[in-house]
């Protein structure tokens, strides 16, 4: 799994008359249209980062929510976000869906004890880490409890309810501000403005913060894995300049904006550049004809047709020059998640403010909100509208430099739920209006125009229930309460299904997870939630045991079945995780044994 083999010259096999040849066609021609019922799951190009077999110093791990998209497609075909890390064919034809959440256990206890694990690596041929949640100051089950509310279920809402307020309070549905409640209390203003004033006389500026405050340091920009010298893809990447100049509070901001579409080796291929200034004034625009073929324009986010690039010349090298040239030695980069833009520019840059790091709504910091949701709180200003098609690179470039601006003018807990203390920023009520807004504003619209997916939650087992899909939970009780669903489900939500779809089973041992689920194999989704308690932790031993764990489990799986082991971590959030997957297929001998007998 995690060492390259070499392989051993084939020995040369006499010929084939011309009646085995036809024989051996026919075979291969029926293993493959048998293989072709199969789902196919594989790490794509923007995955391979992750991968365990890539250089430890150069992996970029995925995130908890990418392994979450993975187990929600799985179970019911639905993609919540553009990126994806994986390619999941004929998802319709999984049979059975095995989830195997084991805490306390990292990617160094598999990569450094790989003799434990004999069974568990002949069944899983790769695998990605796992960025630790605990990294964030997000606990791993409620990251996974917890889901995007459907385009369906946000439709619905103001069919069944009078308000947003009365949703929430039926406990089906969740806001962010749920998960930080003490952020957002009110704060007391008395005796502020002197406060401020005397803070600000002792920064020597007059702004709430500057910009050097506000930028990104070096740690920030190696943990969010920002393009960086040396590192993994990025050693082939440019700089925006030949040499810098230090940062100070004069030193200009730019903000960018790039949009791309889906090369047909699973790479972003840059499409479209903004840039605007600080005045929110254009100084740069351009159309970029990718350097390989497009497998997917997605023009509804990124609003590229074929059409728009048709006669295009320009090209990434062309992009990258006329942006060095633009750009000062001193000059600051703004932008909302710009490390992916980055990406897309193959470019190095030291001095960034991003704005989905300076702002934060959900109390956790890999947790980012939409540009367009805090474009709405902060500044009221409406962007990524419906009636257009795809984003506006000028349009975010600019909403993404207002927010700095802003920021710049309130001071460096404004907007921040992580920066600790009380809410600095628009009141929990002014939050739940806009989201309010955008979901009862007209409800003849089938979709709202405020894309809530990540603001507005569901409980992933409702999710499942409401599938109807019948589903074994198997954990200890601290995880229960964070993962139980409410019940019975409405029906105005959610139709009528059973209320009794997810079987909730307390379990605190490893040896037993076997055995409980013994009974309980024909069901569509088995959910097993444990921690690898320290008394557990004789030496290696509780190695052995989660070996023999997952390969059991794997070999009661049904056949078509996908299975997904996820290490969690460590208790230190430096120490990540791990996931493994696979989709259970015959072997060949099997294969041929069960369909071609008589050779």
């Given at each position: 799994?995690?060492?390259v083999?070499?392989?051993?010259?084939?020995?040369?096999k006499?010929?084939?008359?011309?009646?085995?040849?036809?024989?051996?066609?026919?075979?291969?021609?029926a293993?493959?249209?048998?293989?072709?019922?199969f789902?196919?799951?594989?790490?794509?190009?923007s995955?391979?980062?992750?991968?365990?077999?890539?250089?430890k110093?150069?992996?970029?791990?995925?995130?908890?929510k990418?392994?979450?998209?993975?187990?929600l497609?799985s179970?019911?075909g639905e993609?919540?976000?553009?990126?994806r890390w994986f390619?999941l064919?004929?998802?319709q034809?999984?049979?059975?869906?095995?989830v195997l959440?084991l805490?306390n256990?990292s990617?160094n206890?598999?990569?450094?004890?790989?003799?434990?694990f004999?069974?568990?690596?002949?069944?899983f041929?790769d695998?990605v880490?796992?960025?630790?949640?605990?990294?964030?100051?997000?606990?791993?089950?409620?990251?996974?409890?917890?889901?995007?509310i459907?385009?369906?279920?946000?439709?619905?809402?103001?069919k069944?309810?009078?308000s947003?307020?009365?949703?929430l309070?039926?406990?089906?549905?969740?806001s962010?501000?749920?998960?930080?409640?003490?952020s957002?209390?009110?704060?007391?203003?008395?005796?502020?403005?002197?406060?401020k004033?005397d803070?600000t006389?002792?920064?020597?500026?007059t702004k709430?913060?500057?910009?050097p405050?506000?930028?990104?340091?070096a740690?920030q920009?190696?943990t969010?894995?920002?393009?960086?010298?040396?590192?993994?893809?990025?050693?082939?990447f440019?700089f925006?300049k030949d040499?810098?100049?230090?940062?100070?509070?004069?030193?200009?901001?730019?903000?960018?904006?790039c949009?791309?579409?889906?090369?047909?080796?699973?790479?972003?291929?840059?499409?479209?550049?903004?840039?605007?200034?600080e005045?929110?004034d254009?100084v740069y625009h351009?159309?970029?004809?990718p350097?390989?073929?497009?497998?997917?324009?997605a023009?509804?986010w990124?609003?590229?047709?074929?059409?728009l690039?048709r006669?295009?010349?320009k090209?990434?090298?062309?992009?990258?020059?006329?942006?060095?040239?633009l750009?000062?030695?001193?000059?600051?980069?703004?932008?909302?998640c710009l490390r992916?833009d980055l990406l897309?520019?193959?470019?190095?840059?030291?001095?960034?403010i991003?704005?989905?790091?300076?702002?934060?709504?959900?109390?956790?910091?890999?947790?980012k909100?939409k540009?367009?949701?805090?474009?709405k709180?902060?500044c009221?200003?409406?962007i990524?509208s419906?009636?257009?098609?795809g984003h506006?690179?000028?349009?975010?470039?600019?909403?993404?430099?207002?927010?700095?601006?802003?920021?710049?003018?309130?001071?460096?807990?404004?907007?921040d739920?992580c920066?600790?203390g009380?809410?600095d920023?628009?009141?929990k009520?002014?939050?739940?209006?806009?989201?309010s807004?955008?979901i009862?504003?007209?409800r003849n619209k089938?979709?709202?125009?405020?894309d809530l997916?990540?603001v507005?939650l569901?409980?992933f087992?409702?999710f499942?229930?409401?599938l109807?899909?019948s589903?074994?939970?198997?954990?200890?009780?601290?995880?229960?309460k964070?993962?139980r669903?409410?019940?019975?489900?409405?029906?105005?939500?959610?139709?009528n299904?059973?209320a009794?779809s997810?079987?909730?089973?307390?379990?605190?041992?490893?040896?037993?997870?076997?055995?409980?689920l013994?009974?309980r194999m024909?069901k569509?989704l088995?959910y097993?939630?444990?921690?690898?308690?320290d008394?557990?932790?004789?030496?290696?031993?509780?190695?052995?045991?989660?070996d023999?764990?997952i390969?059991?489990v794997y070999?009661k799986?049904a056949?078509?079945?996908i299975?997904?082991?996820?290490?969690g971590?460590?208790?230190?959030?430096?120490?990540?995780?791990?996931?493994m997957?696979?989709?259970?297929k015959p072997c060949?001998?099997?294969?041929?044994?069960?369909?071609f007998?008589?050779?």
């Amino acid at each position: 799994m995690f060492a390259v083999k070499v392989d051993q010259p084939a020995e040369k096999k006499p010929r084939l008359d011309e009646e085995d040849f036809q024989a051996l066609k026919d075979k291969l021609k029926a293993r493959k249209k048998i293989f072709k019922n199969f789902p196919l799951f594989k790490i794509i190009e923007s995955g391979t980062s992750a991968s365990v077999s890539t250089p430890k110093d150069s992996r970029i791990p995925i995130s908890v929510k990418d392994v979450q998209d993975l187990i929600l497609l799985s179970v019911s075909g639905e993609v919540r976000h553009l990126n994806r890390w994986f390619l999941l064919t004929q998802w319709q034809k999984i049979s059975q869906t095995a989830v195997l959440v084991l805490e306390n256990v990292s990617v160094n206890d598999i990569e450094n004890n790989q003799d434990l694990f004999p069974r568990t690596l002949g069944i899983f041929e790769d695998g990605v880490e796992l960025l630790n949640s605990n990294n964030a100051g997000l606990s791993l089950s409620v990251a996974l409890a917890y889901s995007p509310i459907t385009h369906m279920l946000k439709s619905r809402i103001p069919k069944v309810y009078t308000s947003l307020k009365e949703a929430l309070d039926n406990g089906h549905i969740f806001s962010i501000t749920d998960f930080t409640e003490e952020s957002y209390q009110e704060k007391d203003t008395s005796g502020d403005d002197s406060k401020k004033q005397d803070q600000t006389e002792m920064n020597g500026h007059t702004k709430g913060c500057s910009k050097p405050e506000l930028m990104l340091n070096a740690l920030q920009l190696i943990t969010g894995y920002y393009p960086f010298p040396g590192h993994g893809r990025a050693k082939e990447f440019v700089f925006t300049k030949d040499r810098y100049e230090p940062v100070t509070e004069n030193s200009p901001m730019f903000a960018i904006d790039c949009e791309w579409c889906l090369c047909v080796d699973g790479t972003n291929g840059l499409a479209r550049v903004a840039i605007v200034d600080e005045n929110l004034d254009p100084v740069y625009h351009a159309y970029v004809l990718p350097e390989k073929p497009v497998r997917d324009y997605a023009t509804k986010w990124s609003g590229i047709t074929p059409a728009l690039l048709r006669g295009i010349q320009k090209r990434l090298f062309d992009v990258q020059q006329d942006i060095r040239k633009l750009l000062p030695p001193d000059a600051i980069l703004v932008g909302h998640c710009l490390r992916g833009d980055l990406l897309a520019l193959e470019l190095f840059h030291p001095y960034i403010i991003d704005s989905a790091v300076i702002y934060n709504m959900t109390g956790c910091r890999h947790m980012k909100s939409k540009l367009q949701f805090l474009s709405k709180v902060f500044c009221d200003r409406d962007i990524q509208s419906l009636d257009r098609m795809g984003h506006d690179p000028n349009e975010d470039a600019s909403a993404s430099m207002e927010l700095v601006l802003l920021k710049m003018g309130k001071g460096l807990k404004y907007g921040d739920s992580c920066s600790g203390g009380c809410w600095d920023g628009p009141s929990k009520e002014k939050i739940l209006s806009v989201m309010s807004d955008s979901i009862f504003h007209s409800r003849n619209k089938s979709e709202s125009e405020l894309d809530l997916q990540d603001v507005l939650l569901m409980k992933f087992f409702t999710f499942v229930q409401s599938l109807d899909k019948s589903t074994v939970l198997i954990t200890q009780p601290t995880y229960d309460k964070i993962y139980r669903p409410k019940t019975p489900l409405h029906s105005g939500l959610f139709g009528n299904v059973k209320a009794d779809s997810v079987e909730i089973v307390p379990e605190t041992k490893l040896q037993n997870i076997v055995p409980t689920l013994e009974s309980r194999m024909n069901k569509d989704l088995l959910y097993v939630h444990m921690s690898v308690a320290d008394e557990e932790k004789k030496g290696n031993e509780h190695l052995k045991i989660l070996d023999d764990v997952i390969a059991d489990v794997y070999d009661k799986l049904a056949m078509r079945g996908i299975m997904i082991v996820i290490f969690g971590g460590k208790s230190n959030p430096m120490e990540n995780g791990m996931c493994m997957i696979r989709v259970k297929k015959p072997c060949r001998e099997d294969l041929l044994r069960d369909h071609f007998p008589n050779q």
